[in-house]
DNA sequence: ATGGTAGCGCTGCTA
């Protein structure tokens, strides 16, 4: 089962994208980030068309999160959200597809360390340790996958002398966030398989972030402890990233053996 | 690194 994620940065816009993105790659499972639609807008007809179910939740202009199975697959047990944790922000959405828990992240960008919007994101990240400890319990085959706005460590950088400890996507704080999710018994599937550095999944729209190479590896696939021996591959697609019009994110994916 | 580009929606916010 091929399990992608990809912010898709407004799904109305990046719709033909995706489209031919799916029929190039064809995945099972995608977990999209960015729909920025509201669920009246969403092109579950076209997707349809396309071959995928969609399950999905969103607002307008900001945020949205969206999970695609490839038919005939089913999506069942939807949870919207992080249990208890108040937020209107779109930013969750969770389903169980061919035995495996499914689920979607758009991680809080934080906008700068010591703001409101980081005081969110740690504490955004805090609750959801806490949920994903006892959904894990539930669903033991479990992959948490997203735009996690966070670089694990410096080969997910492109300089790290401007993405240090005081930088938001980098800082100490978060960092440690991620190492709590990590001590749950999710291991970061790309690690499993490569050691290098300089394999990106965001560039900045801005400077010629692509062009340059300056980018980020902030899209991550979580395997749990009990699907760690299952996932056999897992890669990250640029060449998304080269069409016109792109996304600044590019699908990140996994392969795990039947 | 307080600029830069993109999306939404129509003014400035978010990333």
Not at 4 to 10: F, G, H, K, L, P
Not at 111 to 126: A, F, N, T
Not at 177 to 190: E, N, S, V
Not at 197 to 214: L, V
Request: glycine share 6%; aromatic share 8%; proline share 4%.
């Amino acid at each position: 089962m091929k399990i992608a994620s990809w912010n898709v940065n407004s799904l109305n816009v990046r719709l033909p994208h995706l489209e031919a993105w799916l029929a190039q790659a064809m995945p099972d499972v995608v977990a999209l980030q960015e729909t920025k639609l509201e669920d009246a807008r969403f092109p579950d007809a076209e997707l349809a068309a396309a071959g995928y179910r969609s399950v999905f939740a969103g607002q307008k202009t900001y945020n949205g999160v969206a999970i695609l199975a490839r038919m005939p697959l089913a999506i069942d047990d939807v949870q919207i959200g992080i249990p208890g944790f108040e937020d209107e922000q779109k930013r969750v959405i969770a389903a169980t597809v061919g035995g495996v828990r499914i689920v979607d992240l758009y991680v809080v960008n934080g906008q700068s360390v010591g703001s409101d919007k980081y005081e969110y994101k740690l504490r955004w990240l805090e609750a959801l340790h806490d949920w994903l400890a006892s959904e894990l319990r539930a669903h033991p085959d479990m992959v948490v996958l997203g735009d996690f706005n966070i670089a694990p460590d410096e080969r997910d950088v492109h300089d790290p002398k401007v993405w240090h400890d005081g930088h938001i996507l980098t800082s100490t704080a978060e960092r440690a966030a991620l190492q709590r999710l990590y001590a749950l018994g999710l291991h970061d599937a790309f690690r499993l398989h490569h050691d290098e550095a300089g394999m990106f999944s965001w560039w900045d729209y801005r400077q010629g972030g692509f062009r340059r190479g300056n980018g980020l590896r902030i899209d991550l696939t979580l395997v749990s402890d009990a699907l760690r021996a299952r996932c056999v591959a897992a890669g990250i697609d640029r060449e998304p990233r080269t069409w016109e019009r792109p996304s600044d994110h590019t699908p990140a994916w996994v392969e795990l053996a039947d």
